[in-house]
């Protein structure tokens, strides 16, 4: 815990440049922090370390805790990995309705259950990607229509092509998706991911469902965070009687299986609330689950924090409690409090994709992952129709993501460690 | 010891009393008092009540009163073991819940037991060998296991078990045994289907298991007593498993008391997937039939079946640690 806090300490100092002198540095310097900790300038090795001599440990000696951090996280390559993957998941995000190619509400019974195309690339050994049509018959014995390929009707592939209307970002009107089929409509035409029982396009419905289920998880974490922060924040600044009902409290509600409790808060919504406010509504409820977690890891800094010296000696100067704890305190476990909060959505993506699964979350005509998983609930169809087992990926993966992630900055919160 | 022992059986006891207003609370919620929808329920199967009943009904669960009356009145009937009626099933809440609850712990209890049994030596062997080709194979099956759902994992086992054995290989039972009295039979079906649910439910806390016994025991092996032991010639086994696990295990016994909650919680989905005969099933069916005294009998059994879990667990990690005993 000591040397987690970069005190300023005479017996352990050997280079100690102003402040001022290092100022340039910490602005200029070549590699942008991720993760930016204003904390006190720490310019001394960690205990046990050799004095400085080489060019090597000079850069360590006067860089900010910021670049420190950095260092460490780059050197952490499956956070780094995971870094990747979020930064991509939330441009999916945001270009949602461009990296579709066929209105996610589009169905038609016709076209139910359609298998994935499988997307050719060459034609006559030059990059020509297209597809083959897929053409739709009567099963006699069955009374089923069978979707197969057509090899000799070639769909060329064409990009940042035309199709249906949306407004990037909810503001700028545009009709430009990535993908696009030349000449034909994409909703009959191209089905990268099959389609749903509907017949709506499997691809484009993950990619709204990315959206939803991306954003809810955020909002969701902030509301924790917020709560976390609050009530651990009081609980380990103020102690007493205080932190004796929030322990308990979180206590409580640790030691009793949530899931149960969370599905009779979502039940209770009232059936006639439009998607917006189911929305918000499952997203308080998911926030519910995940503060105890956050408030935890708020609570130990605070309790490790409150007795040191530099605290002392700003409530002796006369600083306002606000001023001792969001100008001294926060700064110095702000990248574990990322941290915590990084680690935290996951669960948070999982609750809202176990509840919408369930039927008690999102309802459509919202689009999530677990919106699109209900339709997998059964053996029998997801045997037949694999496909729609695919919006299980970008869970699995986003969660992964989000856990190499969390693990790096949760390394590198403490680069004197 | 005995103060620890009264503070955590206090602890318990307050924690069933929250567990309680919480389900009433559930029970509560839906608009309209559960007489409403208990009339509105018996007319949609074509049956009804008369206005003498109804009022009847009111004054026998004191829906006129004040709220807290209400839940004097709730918690006087459950505490003489009247569950109140599931109205779905115009049968009492105790005879619908069933073997259930029993089975969902059961469930629950045997994926805990299998994630002790498979995360201590994989988390012993990836200390003792850390960084080897096996250690970076269990981080990454941890990883994994952490990573799926326990409900998704469920839908993929269920669906190769489908595709490649041709098999249902959900429920508990065997169709013959299902509705059939316990027999020693039945009780040997129900081992034989027990393994797959236990180890989609207990994957994500096994990792999780297995990441916090690696770190202990790694920490553990670094200390000088441990170099003393092996210059002092102990054999590789007697330096490992002498001290260091058994300091290493204390931390790791006192995630146990959260991995009970955990694992029922989970349980409630699982279920659903799998289609085991626990309170899963039921407790979804009575919240979209908003029949909420099935709903929030179940929730507060649940609850109380699960402190009781954590508390004995807790005893039982004071039986094993001498210094809980000792210090408080």
């Known amino acids: 815990m000591a040397d987690t806090v970069p005190i300023y300490d005479p017996t352990k100092a050997t280079v100690t440049p102003s402040p001022a002198a290092l100022a340039p540095e910490a602005t200029s310097g070549p590699t942008a922090p991720a993760v930016s900790a204003p904390g006190p300038l720490a310019q001394f090795p960690a205990p046990g370390e050799p004095l400085l001599t080489s060019d090597a440990e000079e850069r360590v000696a006067v860089a900010t805790q910021a670049q420190l951090m950095w260092r460490r996280f780059r050197k952490h390559r499956l956070a780094m990995i995971g870094a990747g993957a979020v930064i991509a998941f939330y441009l999916v995000v945001a270009l949602a309705d461009f990296l579709s190619y066929a209105d996610p509400e589009a169905s038609d019974a016709q076209r139910g259950l359609i298998a994935p195309q499988r997307v050719q690339f060459f034609l006559d050994g030059r990059f020509s990607p297209h597809v083959y049509a897929m053409v739709g018959e009567r099963d006699p014995a069955t009374f089923k229509r069978v979707y197969t390929e057509d090899p000799t009707q070639i769909i060329p592939l064409t990009f940042f092509a035309p199709g249906f209307d949306y407004k990037l970002f909810g503001v700028i009107p545009a009709d430009m998706h990535l993908i696009g089929v030349e000449g034909v409509n994409p909703e009959e035409t191209l089905f990268l991911m099959g389609t749903d029982l509907e017949g709506r396009d499997m691809w484009s419905r993950v990619m709204y469902a990315t959206r939803t289920s991306l954003t809810i998880g955020l909002v969701a974490v902030v509301v924790s965070l917020v709560l976390g922060v609050i009530l651990g924040g009081i609980s380990g600044f103020y102690g007493g009687f205080a932190d004796t009902v929030i322990q308990r409290t979180i206590e409580i509600l640790r030691s009793v299986p949530t899931i149960p409790l969370w599905m009779g808060l979502a039940a209770a919504m009232p059936k006639t609330w439009t998607v917006t406010q189911v929305y918000f509504a499952i997203t308080i409820i ?132 | 010891m005995l103060s620890y022992l009264i503070r955590r059986i206090l602890l318990a006891l307050f924690t069933c009393w929250a567990i309680s207003v919480l389900a009433f609370v559930i029970i509560q919620l839906p608009p309209g008092d559960f007489v409403d929808a208990y009339i509105s329920n018996l007319s949609a199967s074509g049956s009804g009540i008369s206005l003498d009943q109804a009022q009847q009904l009111r004054a026998e669960y004191a829906l006129d009163e004040p709220i807290w009356v209400q839940y004097a009145r709730w918690m006087r009937l459950i505490l003489r073991g009247d569950l109140g009626m599931a109205m779905e099933w115009q049968r009492p809440v105790t005879e619908v819940i069933g073997d259930r609850l029993w089975l969902t712990m059961v469930v629950s209890i045997a994926a805990v037991v299998l994630t002790w049994l498979v995360a ?132 790791f016994a006192s995630t146990i008391g959260y991995t009970l909650p955990y694992v029922v919680s989970g349980s409630i989905i699982v279920s659903l997937v799998l289609g085991l005969p626990t309170v899963g099933p039921l407790l979804l069916r009575s919240l979209i039939a908003q029949d909420m005294f099935l709903a929030g009998a179940i929730v507060l059994l649940l609850g109380i079946m699960t402190v009781i879990g954590t508390l004995l667990s807790d005893l039982l990690l004071m039986w094993i640690d001498p210094r809980i005993r000792v210090d408080d």
């Open chain 1, 286 to 417: 998911i926030s519910l689950i995940g503060w105890t977690e956050l408030a935890r890891v708020v609570r130990g800094r605070f309790l490790s924090l409150r007795e040191e010296d530099f605290v002392t000696a700003a409530d002796l100067v006369g600083a306002r409690q606000s001023r001792i704890i969001f100008v001294h305190m926060v700064p110095l476990f702000l990248s574990h409090i990322i941290a915590a909060t990084t680690l935290a959505l996951p669960a948070m993506i999982i609750s809202e994709t176990a509840l919408s699964f369930l039927g008690l979350g999102l309802r459509p005509p919202a689009i999530s992952w677990g919106v699109l998983l209900q339709q997998a609930q059964n053996v029998q169809t997801v045997a037949l129709s694999p496909w729609l087992l695919l919006p299980a990926l970008p869970v699995i993966l986003v969660i992964l993501a989000f856990n190499f992630l969390g693990d790096g900055l949760r390394d590198a919160a403490d680069p004197y460690a």
């Open chain 2, 120 to 251: 201590l030596p994989i988390g012993i062997y990836s200390a003792v060998r850390p960084y080897s080709p096996l250690d970076y194979l269990f981080t990454l099956l941890g990883f994994l296991g952490l990573a799926v759902p326990s409900f998704l994992l469920g839908l993929l086992v269920l669906y190769f078990g489908f595709v490649y054995f041709n098999a249902n290989i959900g429920g508990l039972f065997s169709p013959q045994y299902a509705d059939a009295p316990w027999t020693g039979a039945k009780l040997l079906d129900l081992l034989r289907h027990l393994p797959v649910p236990a180890v989609i439910l207990g994957i994500a806390s096994m990792a999780q298991a297995i990441r916090i016994m690696r770190a202990n025991l790694l920490d553990e092996l670094r200390k000088p007593y441990v170099v003393t032991a092996r210059a002092k010639g102990l054999s590789e086994w007697r330096a490992i498993w002498k001290y260091p696990v058994r300091v290493a295990l204390n931390p």
